[in-house]
């Protein structure tokens, strides 16, 4: 999942510097900002029914109180891969190359947070009660 997350991100950056010119620093900036949110928004819906299926269900305004917390939670994510991004850009290291540095980087802490935050289980006893 957090592959085709990935790749999402990488779709829409490269659509929007290769084919829609965004190539000077602030642009490719933006194009990061875009093809992050949109990658949160498709990775919101995979976790929530592929990773955390077990996870409680919330419907309605819970749903967006949900994908709510989870921009929030990739908030941590997106701060640090902007930040990576600005500063590889500024050292000229390849956009693409770059893009995948945050994407590593960000998978791990979002992942955490997600699970801990997120998509709270029900914990599991492994000791029978009574």
Known sequence: MGFSAAAVNLGVM???????????FSLKNIA??????????????????????????RQGKSLIGQFLLFNSAALTG????????????????????????GIG????????????IVFRRKKVSLVKEG
């Open 32 to 57: 990061n900002i875009v093809s992050i949110e949109i990658s949160i928004a498709f990775n919101f819906t995979l976790s929530r029914f592929w990773t955390w299926g077990d996870a409680p269900r």
């Open 105 to 116: 980087t960000a998978a791990i802490i979002d992942f955490i947070l997600y699970d801990r």
């Open 14 to 24: 490269m659509l929007l510097v290769e084919v829609l010119g965004f190539t000077s």
């Open 78 to 101: 997106v701060v640090v891969r902007i930040g990576l991004f600005g500063l590889f850009e500024f050292y000229g290291l390849n956009y693409i190359l770059n893009v995948c540095l």
